[in-house]
């Protein structure tokens, strides 16, 4: 399907609502997401690239803003300016070697949304990705790498996999980081993020959302 015959069929959804209430969330979930991406988009040095994201950026933007307005995700979500909120734990997660190679050995499939424990030794955060290859002992996020299936990365030693709960998931949904295991303001999801975190199957995390 075409970017322009997407967009067209993302409008004629959008406008399939019946109240007033979910065309105005509609409305202030684009208007925030282009105040998010185009300051982001001013700073990329590539002539051609630029262009192109430009082209596609309605698509993703009215495409994420259907999902949130449409979806189920037990959050609170600060429409002002496109996030998610909920209250943050003390400490981050803590990975389990016995717990993700129970999990990724069984149910590691192809479109699964995954949290990625991200920690450099000062910071630590949990990042949303998505696994796109998956074989009979590791598998590969889409934008993170290759993890056993003990969820110890191949290729970044800052990085693990962690089993996929609602309380790990809701803390990468909403961005939430730790210095120095201490709470801080939560980062801004990336409009990828955004869209993998719309796209997760809260009624079964073991499962892809059909």
């Known amino acids: 399907m075409s970017t322009s015959n997407s967009k067209s069929k993302s409008l ?15 409305a202030q979930l684009c208007n925030a997401f282009y105040a998010r991406e185009i300051p982001r ?5 590539d002539a051609a690239r630029l262009r192109r994201l430009l082209a596609s950026l309605p698509f993703y ?11 189920d995700a037990p959050l609170q979500l600060d429409s002002q300016n496109g996030s998610w909120l909920e209250k943050q734990k003390t400490q981050p997660p803590v990975h389990s070697k016995n717990e993700s190679a129970r999990f990724f ?3 590691a499939k192809r479109g699964l949304i995954v949290p990625v424990l991200i920690n450099d030794g000062q ?5 949303i990705d998505s696994l796109d290859q998956v074989s009979d002992n590791k598998v590969h996020c889409n934008e993170l790498g290759w993890f056993n ?17 609602k309380t790990i ?8 980081q730790w210095h120095f295991n201490k709470r801080v303001t939560p980062k801004r999801l990336s409009l990828r993020e955004m869209l993998l975190a719309s796209n997760i199957n809260w009624r079964n995390l073991k499962r892809p959302k059909t």
């Open 105 to 107: 050995s069984q149910y």
């Open 123 to 127: 910071c630590t955060t949990v990042r």
């Open 61 to 71: 933007i009215e495409r994420l803003a259907i999902r949130i307005v449409s979806g």
């Open 169 to 176: 998931m809701i803390a990468a949904c909403c961005g939430h």
């Open 149 to 165: 299936h003990s969820g110890e990365s191949l290729e970044d030693t800052h990085a693990q996999l962690l089993k996929p709960s």
């Open 41 to 45: 988009l001013v700073e990329e040095p």
């Open 12 to 26: 004629q959804q959008a406008e399939i609502w019946q109240t007033d209430a979910e065309r105005a969330l509609y």
